[in-house]
């Protein structure tokens, strides 16, 4: 039996536990704990907006719950009226339609009276069949 070998392993590992406690008790001292609670806090919650995230087709800031991406928050729960929905769209969205078919509502930026900005159970995010 090597005793010298089961040894180097011990003491391997209990650095390894060691170094590990110390990294999660630095990255507390880092981290301030009002970020990491911000981080966390999201509308989608048991309480509040309990369906958000469960349709169909899900948009992507919804799905990851980051709200935030397209609503500025002014209190705790109360966000700044989106101004130009048209304008917050096509920053990340593609600037033209480039469909077959004439699309009158991008001209006037209309997005959201024919798709639904946070879940759909229709394709392309749709707020009805077709439409």
Do not use: W
Request: overall charge positive; hydrophobic content about 35%.
């Amino acid at each position: 039996m090597n005793v010298g070998r089961t040894l180097k392993n011990n003491i391997f590992i209990i650095f390894f536990i060691v170094a590990a406690i110390s990294f999660i008790s630095l990255a507390d001292i880092l981290v301030p704990k009002e970020f990491a609670a911000a981080e966390k806090q999201s509308c989608v919650t048991s309480e509040c907006h309990t369906n958000m995230g469960k349709g169909k087709y899900v948009h992507g800031p919804v799905s990851v719950r980051e709200c935030t991406i397209c609503h500025v928050p002014t209190a705790e729960h109360a966000f700044k009226p989106i101004e130009n929905i048209g304008k917050l769209c096509n920053q990340c969205h593609d600037k033209e339609f480039s469909g077959k078919v004439p699309h009158p509502p991008e001209k006037g930026r209309k997005c959201t009276g024919c798709h639904d900005p946070h879940q759909s159970s229709n394709q392309l995010m749709l707020r009805g069949e077709g439409s």
